[in-house]
């Protein structure tokens, strides 16, 4: 079947980005393929897509611009091509195997001003898999860089068998500045991710996006006497690598080098569905953020220069959530 969509909406850009909000696993998406979704991707995504899916075979290719959100940011939105290939390589009653490839091309970068010599600014950029307020700090960030084009590709695999499910994804991505001499950035990340379903319900499978959904509880919870719902123990590890030729602690950066920071992250989370349209969840990650850095005057010290600015940190979160 093939659909055309136009608007403002996230075109298809990966396995994990076409899982819906709803159905993930954890209360975020896992960071390196966040950040492949956001450079040309992503909510409010100013775009014009051709999609195909059946049963087996799910491709999708949009031409996108800015997001909605970016408006007041830029005199002119970056122009990219985002595409998606996906297939379901076996299935039966209790199994699915699913392989899916992403890339995407930036060939215009965003127009800071106007005139021809503007800024093209493009950041790579993630919080770490937890959003808790709206300044969505981040703690790796390659820096505003003014680019020429940027791209991305990622390779994304799933395997179901009954209420047992594994993911995991590798990505890589690229900048080219506009700076004289300055050499093509690359930039990688890839993630693992595991679920089992301990009241033995199987996830779902949506053919429109080629992407697996939550379990829903063959026993929904009740006060009158029902089940228990559906329970859910996940666990993921991702690795989102911004660093580009950053050289060494206690030295300067070489020549067109970024120090953008390696952010790796292992998550345990434990998710209930006592209906299907509701789900309550608790999270626990383990962060730990290397990279060199700048740190400011201050706490009796002057500034330090091509320091370790690097954190590691534990955080916990509950959250509800309801999907009508």
Do not use: C
């Amino acid at each position: 079947m093939l659909f055309r969509s136009i608007g403002a909406f996230p075109p298809a850009d990966g396995l994990e980005d076409s899982t819906g909000s709803a159905d993930t696993m954890f209360l975020e998406r896992n960071s390196p393929a966040d950040v492949v979704r956001n450079l040309a991707g992503g909510d409010g995504r100013d775009a014009a897509a051709l999609t195909y899916a059946t049963d087996r075979v799910f491709g999708s290719i949009a031409m996108t611009g800015g997001k909605t959100a970016d408006s007041n940011l830029y005199f002119d939105e970056q122009q990219a091509v985002v595409g998606r290939l996906s297939g379901v390589l076996y299935t039966d009653s209790d199994t699915r195997i699913v392989a899916s490839a992403t890339g995407t091309d930036v060939f215009r970068g965003p127009d800071a001003a106007a005139g021809a010599g503007s800024a093209r600014n493009i950041t790579i950029s993630d919080p770490p898999e937890l959003t808790i307020d709206d300044q969505s700090n981040k703690l790796i960030s390659t820096g505003a860089i003014n680019a020429s084009s940027a791209w991305d590709w990622g390779i994304e695999g799933a395997a179901q068998w009954q209420n047992l499910y594994a993911q995991g994804g590798y990505f890589g991505l690229g900048i080219d500045p506009r700076t004289p001499g300055q050499h093509e950035l690359a930039f990688s990340g890839w993630y693992a991710q595991a679920s089992w379903v301990l009241t033995g319900e199987a996830k779902g499978y949506n053919v429109a996006t080629a992407a697996f959904t939550m379990p829903k509880p063959d026993a929904p919870f009740s006060f009158s006497g029902g089940g228990t719902g559906a329970i859910e123990l996940a666990a993921r590890y991702s690795d989102l690598d911004l660093n580009d030729d950053a050289g060494v602690l206690g030295s300067a950066t070489p020549a067109g080098g970024i120090r953008g920071g390696d952010q790796q992250i292992a998550t345990l989370a434990l998710s209930w569905y006592p209906v299907s349209a509701l789900k309550f969840s608790l999270q626990g990650q383990n962060v730990h953020i290397s990279r060199i850095g700048t740190i400011p005057a201050g706490f009796g010290h002057g500034t330090l220069n091509n320091a370790f600015v690097g954190q590691a940190f534990d955080t916990i979160a509950v959250r509800s959530q309801l999907s009508l």
